[in-house]
């Protein structure tokens, strides 16, 4: 048998209690006599004022808003507040009763304002003729408000007022009355307004034209052609200047000092700048002089150990971001025009005086995140026609050799055999930074960089293309390149 359900009704909440308020008598309160009047009886015990939250006025301030002061003055006041609603109803009600009276549309007090007209509006038109109107009459009737008014905003109020007709005529046609004008041609139409809109967006950004253009000049300077049948590149990125992990760092300049490549490939992403992130940085510990000058020191240990390699800079999302804010002249690069000498993107970076190519490809006429990527994906360089090299992975669709930063993590992507390029493989390359961030899970990322080697010379018949062998040096505390050991010193440590 089910056991049987309890009819035992909930028990009842106990009521609120509803505190008197205190009495006062001979100065005293009733409630805490403790208390003894020092000014006025009303106001003598701060306890009964936290309770009732009392907020009594001084005597300056009841002389300020002139307030009554006596029981007369106070039923005066009342009085004459009385009279003036009887008053105002009295009127109301000989105003419906004249309305009646000569055949006029009667309104009903309590309808919305939007159908209430104005007394003293020239026209009112009947409700049975407001029934007959149609789309285009409500159209012509506020082209002609707005016609004989030129220097005046046609508002909802006002054409509710004067026009003669209730909101409920035109609004079943048009919905709201910014429609309503729009449908008047009174006001741009949306079309016309989001062409308007669109043309500002662009026209904001207009003034990037001019470093656009120095930028794109970048990438056909400094370049360094050999005709070695063996080409080396070493790739590396993902620097972030000064999270940039010592040990790295010290692996990647005895490699290339010890390989000497042709060209030395920087992914980008050598800047980090927080400065002019997304992520909040105190303004007060700031230092963009300090990491471009990181930078520039970056530059100068590369060409001291390759003189002769050709050194390619591909932009970056942060790099491109810094060229933006160089545009705008934000806050954060006053400093750099004080310290540094000049805005030009040539010489901030030093590309002349360490013969830098700078690819940078993309437009800075960027507006949405997704817009930044685009253009950032177009800063790439294909070499001999069979190798790739950029910042974002977004040509690893390319079926070719290739390789890319940004994402701070080793991926083959992707691979694959054709008949031109042969057994081919897409390497996201591990960064140069420390492992380590405040906005995101840094230990996900790995570190390390990339040896390219291509022959040029095509020893079948049936070759297409040169050959391309890819070698990725994975650094951790211990890294094995070309045969020589590397191991982490103490004064490297970083955290993990």
């Not at 409500?138 to 905003?153: E, F, S, Y």
């Not at 933006?324 to 805005?343: I, Y």
């Not at 360490?354 to 507006?367: N, Q, S």
Request: aromatic content about 10%.
């Amino acid at each position: 048998m089910r056991p049987r359900k309890s009819k035992r009704k909930p028990a009842r909440k106990p009521a609120k209690r509803i505190a008197k308020k205190p009495v006062l008598k001979d100065g005293k309160c009733s409630s805490h006599p403790k208390y003894a009047a020092k000014r006025a009886p009303t106001s003598d015990c701060p306890v009964c004022l936290k309770v009732w939250r009392l907020k009594l006025p001084s005597e300056s301030d009841l002389k300020k808003l002139k307030l009554p002061k006596s029981e007369e003055e106070i039923g005066a006041q009342n009085s004459t507040v009385r009279e003036l609603i009887r008053g105002y109803r009295r009127g109301l009600q000989e105003k419906l009763r004249d309305a009646a009276r000569t055949g006029q549309d009667v309104f009903d007090p309590k309808s919305p304002l939007s159908e209430v007209l104005k007394p003293e509006g020239k026209v009112r038109v009947e409700t049975a003729v407001q029934q007959q109107f149609k789309k285009q009459d409500c159209i012509d009737l506020l082209r002609g408000m707005a016609a004989t008014n030129p220097n005046k905003v046609i508002t909802r109020n006002h054409f509710r007022n004067w026009s003669g007709i209730n909101e409920s005529t035109w609004n079943q046609f048009c919905g709201t009355f910014h429609e309503f004008k729009r449908q008047a041609k009174v006001v741009l139409s949306r079309q016309q307004h989001w062409l308007e809109r669109n043309i500002a967006q662009h026209a904001s950004q207009d003034h990037y034209q001019d470093l656009d253009e120095q930028r794109w000049s970048y990438g056909e300077k400094y370049t360094r052609p050999n005709n070695r049948r063996i080409q080396t590149y070493v790739c590396a990125t993902d620097f972030h200047d000064f999270h940039c992990d010592p040990f790295c760092y010290r692996v990647f300049l005895n490699h290339i000092c010890r390989v000497q490549p042709d060209k030395i490939l920087l992914l980008g992403d050598v800047f980090d700048l927080p400065e002019f992130g997304k992520y909040s940085n105190d303004p007060r510990v700031w230092d963009v002089v300090g990491r471009i000058k990181w930078v520039h020191k970056l530059l100068e240990d590369i060409r001291e150990e390759c003189p002769d390699a050709e050194l390619i800079f591909f932009e970056g999302n942060h790099e491109f971001r810094l060229a933006r804010h160089m545009c705008d002249g934000t806050q954060a690069l006053k400093v750099v025009l004080n310290e540094l000498h000049g805005m030009d993107l040539e010489h901030l970076f030093m590309l002349d005086k360490y013969e830098v190519r700078y690819i940078a490809k993309g437009t800075l006429k960027a507006f949405t995140k997704k817009d930044i990527q685009t253009e950032v994906s177009k800063n790439f360089e294909v070499f001999h026609s069979c190798f790739i090299a950029g910042h974002f992975p977004e040509f690893k669709k390319q079926a070719m050799w290739g390789v890319s930063g940004h994402h701070h993590k080793h991926e083959i992507l992707s691979s694959g055999e054709n008949s031109f390029y042969g057994y081919w493989e897409f390497h996201q390359l591990g960064a140069m930074c420390v492992r380590d961030a405040t906005y995101t899970n840094g230990k996900c990322w790995s570190n390390g960089f990339a040896t390219v080697t291509i022959d040029l010379e095509q020893t079948d018949e049936t070759q297409l293309c040169p050959q391309v062998a890819l070698e990725y040096h994975s650094i951790k505390d211990f890294a094995c390149l070309a045969g020589e050991y590397y191991f982490r010193r103490p004064d490297e440590a970083v955290p993990r």
